[in-house]
Nanobody, 122 residues
């Protein structure tokens, strides 16, 4: 089992920045990829980004590319999501996930964090 604990997020004005963290524990050697997803009220969960845990490769959703940066710290078993130039449409609950494939769909991720609220005011 892998446990994921999130921290960070909060409330920011449009154009501002926030960071969300995701700390992994347990059988972390099983992790091949870690990802961020988000879910806005009334909408389905959508992919944000992933980072390959072995090679550090990253991939972003078109909607956040160039504004968000995902990084992983293998020594601390922690993944970060740096969000810049935030927009009101970025408002959502952000979830981290860990799995065995570098993909952008939720079904391939086995472990999930508890979720962190990010609210961007206009």
């Amino acid at each position: 089992q892998v446990q994921l604990v999130q921290s960070g997020g909060g409330l920011v004005q449009a154009g501002g920045s926030l960071r969300v963290s995701c700390a992994a524990s347990g059988r972390t050697f099983e992790i091949y990829s870690m990802a961020w997803f988000r879910q806005a009220p009334g909408k389905e969960r959508e992919f944000v980004s992933f980072v390959g845990w072995k090679d550090g490769s990253t991939h972003y959703a078109h909607s956040v590319n160039g504004r968000f940066t995902t990084s992983g710290d293998n020594l601390r078993n922690t993944m970060y999501l740096h969000m810049n130039n935030l927009k009101p449409e970025d408002t959502a609950i952000y979830y981290c996930a860990a799995g065995r494939a570098q993909v952008d769909y939720a079904s391939e991720y086995d472990y999930w964090g508890q979720g962190t609220q990010v609210t961007v005011s206009s």
